[in-house]
């Protein structure tokens, strides 16, 4: 993919993020229906909305790109492609991450949309309609926000760090104990793909989540950060991105190259024992 190309499917997915984010907030007052994902998780009809908005618009612009959402799955390419093939164009999109955050009223939710090119992020954008900010990069592009670069965090002592943390699995108390006392603090905010790309401007120092990520959560969040100059891997140090995993597979981690390895042995390595 040229330079030129990135940069007018940047322009596209920005303008696409930022009219999702105006039905978000104009549908914010009046949600209709609220319907249970799973014992833990929401939809409402506005998700359903703003995922349409954005597959129509893209459809007519690339009518020969492959679709991936969180409500409605996988839509081939015209070519016939599955988007999990790692083969040509696939819009990645989770048009409300934070959706119960959304419901409850909560001012914290953001519109992801990424394009994935031959297995690889090459654009993304996170758009938070509540505070009009746009999070930016291509995979050969600085990280933006609202146009301007930035970057993650420099800070020096990893005892400073205020991390975006959500542990799961063994031994969970041990090891956000092990994480929680070598840093200052941590916060679930319920939007990882917003939480993600503040750390490429160090609105975060870091990022944890031990799994039940899925695709359309780091697509686009990942690449922002990554660009921004942050060390992004999964929970065992490889590649984080794989556009052929499951749902609710990933885990991720996300930090300044000094500090990534050692919270990354905290998050594997915490005593077993509480």
Not at 37 to 59: C, N, Y
Not at 164 to 188: D, E, Y
């Amino acid at each position: 993919m040229t330079d030129g190309r990135s940069s007018g499917d940047l322009a596209f997915a920005i303008e696409l993020a930022t009219r999702a984010g105006r039905l978000l907030l104009e549908r914010s007052d009046r949600i209709e229906r609220i319907d249970l994902k799973s014992a833990k998780d929401v939809v409402t009809e506005v998700d359903h909305l703003s995922e349409a908005l954005i597959f129509d618009a893209i459809r007519r612009e690339h009518p020969g790109d492959a679709l991936l959402g969180e409500e409605t799955g996988a839509h081939r390419s015209r070519g016939g492609l599955t988007p999990t093939a790692g083969i040509g164009r696939v819009w990645v999109v989770d048009p409300l991450d934070g959706t119960i955050n959304y419901a409850n009223g909560i001012p914290f939710f953001c519109v992801s949309i990424a394009l994935v090119a031959d297995g690889r992020p090459a654009v993304g954008v996170v758009h938070d309609p509540v505070r009009g900010e746009t999070f930016a990069a291509t995979a050969t592009g600085p990280a933006t926000l609202d146009g301007t670069a930035i970057t993650a965090s420099g800070k020096d002592q990893l005892s400073d760090f205020v991390v975006s943390m959500s542990l799961g699995g063994r031994a969970l108390t041990s090891r956000a104990r092990a994480v929680r006392k070598a840093i200052r603090v941590s916060r679930s905010m319920g939007s990882a793909a917003l939480a993600l790309a503040y750390v490429a401007h160090g609105r975060f120092d870091a990022f944890v989540q031990q799994g039940g990520l899925s695709t359309w959560d780091i697509a686009a969040a990942g690449l922002i950060t990554e660009r921004g100059g942050a060390t992004v891997t999964d929970l065992a140090g490889g590649p984080w991105f794989d556009i052929g995993r499951g749902p609710k597979s990933i885990g991720i981690l996300a930090a300044p190259p000094a500090h990534h390895a050692a919270l990354l042995g905290l998050v594997a390595d915490a005593p077993r024992r509480s």
